[in-house]
């Protein structure tokens, strides 16, 4: 090969790849910045905005909402959104300061928007989610990602959001939502035949905090917890002590610790009635990638498969 070819050769392979950069920057560039507020509504938001939207995640794997403190960065990632998707249902309370610091302008979507929640009383808790004062509140039940059923409304809301806001994607969109939803139907369907094998009088679990009540209503299993829907409110001793009496009474042995949840109270509890936990649960929060629940099915593929391992010791 003559040394002009050689040269011809580079100059082509040169500008070959910076052709390909550039088109790699124009995609990435074209792509739908999104916010989601936690980790598991990232992934359902990532599920069905596909290829068309680069997801940021305000409260990661493994992290607590109820206690999240935005950061100057999470100002500068709202900031740069079109489309913000929260929970709603009083989960995240520190959103609108957040959106006034960030000026936020963009699309705000409430992926429960159409749910009609449970409602839960707490006394005394004066960190609740909505409830300012000291008194006896009731207060809406956020968890509602728990129930299938309801992730398949989230998947309404968010499709239509995403088509809203970038109308030549509706079609991937739809797309993307009908698959997601076979998908939820797949494993309710899965969950409820592994139920239907325990008797409704052993279906009684206990976790850390109120976070299963969905769960609980839907696959007509029993949750008990010391602590209320949020994870800042603080238990009485006498609401600890009549929980130790039920279980005791109950002779319950499906206890479990939850993945961002300090075990110290409900080890305590185990501790008192002779009970070994049996792991953890994914509540609020999915696993890092390289864990147990880094998606939303697998988180409750896996919470229903530890359940099931207890519920059916004898």
């Known amino acids: 090969m003559t040394r002009f070819k050689k040269a011809l050769l580079m100059a082509l392979m040169i500008a070959s790849s910076t052709t390909i950069k550039s088109a790699l920057a124009?995609?990435?560039?074209?792509?739908?910045?999104?916010?989601?507020?936690?980790?598991?509504?990232?992934?359902?938001?990532?599920?069905?905005?596909?290829?068309?939207?680069?997801?940021?995640?305000?409260?990661?794997?493994?992290?607590?909402?109820?206690?999240?403190?935005?950061?100057?960065?999470?100002?500068?990632?709202?900031?740069?959104?079109?489309?913000?998707?929260?929970?709603?249902?009083?989960?995240?309370?520190?959103?609108?300061?957040?959106?006034?610091?960030?000026?936020?302008?963009?699309?705000?979507?409430?992926?429960?928007?159409?749910?009609?929640?449970?409602?839960r009383e707490e006394s005394g808790d004066t960190h609740s989610h909505d409830s300012p004062d000291n008194h006896s509140a009731t207060?809406?039940?956020?968890?509602?990602?728990?129930?299938?059923?309801?992730?398949?409304?989230?998947?309404?809301?968010?499709?239509?959001?995403?088509?809203k806001v970038d109308p030549a994607g509706a079609a991937v969109y739809k797309k993307n939502g009908d698959d997601y939803t076979r998908s939820l139907v797949e494993l309710d369907s899965w969950a409820q035949a592994q139920f239907a094998k325990i008797p409704d009088a052993r279906r009684n679990v206990i976790t850390s905090h109120d976070a299963f009540g969905y769960f609980g209503a839907h696959f007509k299993v029993r949750f008990l917890a010391?602590?209320?829907?949020?994870?800042?409110?603080?238990?009485?001793?006498?609401?600890?002590?009549m929980l130790i009496r039920q279980i005791r009474q109950e002779n319950s042995k499906a206890i479990f610790f939850e993945n961002m949840s300090n075990p110290k109270l409900l080890q305590q509890i185990s501790n008192e009635v002779g009970v070994t936990p049996g792991g953890k649960l994914y509540a609020d929060a999915l696993s890092q990638a390289n864990g147990d629940a880094p998606t939303y099915i697998r988180m409750m593929r896996f919470n229903v498969s530890q359940i099931m391992g207890r519920l059916q010791q004898k």
């Open 226 to 241: 010391p602590q209320g829907v949020s994870t800042e409110s603080e238990p009485s001793a006498k609401d600890v002590a």
């Open 26 to 119: 124009a995609t990435a560039a074209t792509k739908i910045p999104v916010v989601a507020s936690f980790s598991i509504l990232s992934d359902i938001v990532s599920n069905i905005g596909g290829d068309r939207v680069v997801v940021s995640t305000l409260v990661g794997p493994d992290q607590d909402a109820h206690v999240f403190a935005p950061t100057p960065k999470d100002v500068r990632t709202l900031a740069q959104a079109k489309v913000v998707v929260v929970n709603g249902l009083g989960f995240e309370g520190w959103i609108a300061r957040l959106s006034d610091a960030a000026n936020y302008k963009g699309a705000l979507v409430i992926a429960s928007d159409g749910i009609h929640p449970r409602q």
């Open 139 to 163: 207060h809406p039940d956020p968890h509602a990602w728990q129930d299938p059923t309801n992730v398949m409304v989230y998947t309404r809301n968010i499709v239509a959001a995403l088509s």
